[in-house]
Structures are given as structure tokens and as C-alpha cells.
């Protein structure tokens, strides 16, 4: 490598260790493949990378795949703290092209922690958590929540990556959901009341750590269990869900598990449809 490149690693790219740095896609892509680079420079650590990419369809394979495979293969490999922040779901006419949930994607990728929050409490929780975190996560932001208001706890405040929370209990079935399916399951399980049917609902936050304690236990109280899901059917996080709570609990289950999800077929713009 020239001095010339060696001047411009130091002066563009050499933040402080201990703080977060927010910067474009094309930085954090380079940071994450090219760690001999951070060697020459003499840095002994990685920086910690919060990256915003949106959509998340045109990063998945670039900016997220490599950096985890990178540090399995390399030798000697530390930690790899990089947060990438990207934009998913529907319910804003963005057409398929960026109103995908892939949130089931990051999850086959062996490694990699994977949040979406529902509330702008659990946004500033589990943001400054994954922040914190040795690995790399990814943070998935349902656009449609963008505009939701809801009380945020003052200071600094951290939430427990892989914490699922019951936010409503009932004794006939389990009500799994995510990011912008939270509020959906919510109102639908204060319908369900009305009917004389109660239902708990379990806002799963995390997919990568998975709380199955928490849902597991929930499921063996009601008896049933459905999930509710923005991806489309085919291999989405509820599938992970039913096999693990159908090989856990069987014999609690009172009914056959129902996953409710988006059609396999790709978001079309207009509201109507």
C-alpha cells in the first residue's frame, strides 16, 4: 500500500475506539472486509459501526454476509461490533422492490443477531444494547412505526438483547408477534376479549437470541399458539417458532399451531391491494 493510502486511513477512517460511528454503507462494507487495514494503521481494535442502509434488500449480501464469515475463517479474529440499521416492511406504498421483510434471512445466517422493535421505547433500548454488543446485529426498523409515539425512559436506557415481553396475558392463546405485528396483535387480542376470548400476546424483540423460554412457557399455559408475521409465508421466523414450540411442548398443545403471515408473492404499491 502507498503512504498516500496509509495518509488517507488515517485521516478519513480512524475514529475513536470507544465510541460509535455512524457512517454510509460503502464505509461499513469496506471496515468489515478489509481488517488487515485497521492493522497497518497499528489500531488493536475494531471500532464500533453503526451503518444505515435502506433498503435492506440491496445489502443483504454485501454488507452483512461477509463480516460474519470473515471473522469465522480469520485467524485470531476478536470481536466484530458492527450495528447496520435498515428499513423494512409495508404499509406505505414503496412497491416490492423496498417494502421486503427479510428479517427470516438474517436469521439463516449463523452469528449474526437480528432486532426489530415495536415501541420507540424498545428503539432506544435495544439500539443502545446492540451498540454495546461484541457482534455484529443487525436492526431491522418497520417504516410504518415511524410515526408511532409512546412514552422513552430519559437517560440512558438498555434493554437485554434476546428478552421476548408478554405484553397482554390470557389464559386461551399464545399471540406471537413482531415489530409492526405487535400493535396488529394488540388491538386483535382486544377484539378476541370481547368475544370472552383471551388471549397472551408476545412481542418476540429479538429473533436472534430467541426467547423460547418465555414463549415456551406461554404456549404450555394457552395451549395454543399463533404467530403473526409481515414476511411472506414460505421460511419465515414463525416456521422456526412452531417447529421449535411442536418439538418442545407437543403435549400441551391443544390445537394445531396457525401462522398468519403475508402472501408468497411480492408487496404490490397500491393500498387496495
Not at 47 to 58: C, I, K, L, Q, S
Not at 100 to 116: D, F, I, R, T, Y
Not at 179 to 184: E, H, K, Q, S, T
Amino acid at each position: 500500500m502507498s503512504n498516500a493510502s496509509n495518509v488517507m486511513l488515517e485521516t478519513e477512517i480512524r475514529p475513536p475506539i470507544t465510541q460509535p460511528v455512524v457512517v454510509t454503507p460503502a464505509r461499513a462494507l469496506y471496515w468489515c472486509i478489509r481488517r488487515e487495514l485497521w492493522e497497518e494503521v497499528g489500531l488493536n481494535a475494531w471500532p464500533r459501526v453503526v451503518a444505515a442502509v435502506a433498503p435492506v434488500g440491496f445489502a443483504t449480501s454485501t454488507v452483512v454476509l461477509p463480516p460474519r464469515r470473515r471473522e469465522a475463517v480469520a485467524v485470531g479474529a476478536g470481536p466484530l461490533p458492527r450495528v447496520i440499521r435498515s428499513v423494512v416492511g409495508g404499509g406505505a406504498c414503496f412497491g416490492a422492490q423496498h417494502s421486503q421483510s427479510l428479517e427470516n434471512w438474517a436469521m439463516a445466517v449463523p452469528g449474526l443477531k437480528v432486532v426489530a422493535p415495536s415501541t420507540p421505547a424498545d428503539a432506544k433500548g435495544l439500539l443502545a444494547a446492540a451498540i454495546r454488543d461484541p457482534d455484529p446485529v443487525l436492526f431491522f426498523e418497520q417504516k410504518s412505526l415511524y410515526g408511532i409515539k409512546g412514552e422513552v425512559p430519559d437517560g440512558e436506557h438498555v434493554e437485554s438483547l434476546g428478552a421476548a415481553r408478554v405484553l397482554r396475558d390470557g389464559k386461551d392463546c399464545t399471540i406471537v408477534a413482531l415489530a409492526a405485528m405487535v400493535p396488529r396483535a394488540l388491538a386483535a387480542a382486544a377484539e378476541l376479549e370481547s368475544s370472552g376470548i383471551h388471549a397472551t400476546v408476545v412481542d418476540v424483540r429479538c429473533l436472534v437470541p430467541l426467547d423460547t423460554r418465555t414463549i415456551l412457557s406461554a404456549v404450555s399455559r394457552t395451549g395454543r399458539l399463533f404467530t403473526v408475521e409481515e414476511n411472506p409465508r414460505l421460511c419465515g421466523w414463525g416456521a422456526e417458532i412452531a417447529s421449535i414450540a411442536a418439538e418442545e411442548c407437543f403435549d400441551d398443545l391443544d390445537g394445531p399451531i396457525v401462522r398468519l403471515t403475508t402472501p408468497h408473492v411480492p408487496l404490490p404499491a397500491a393500498p387496495p391491494m
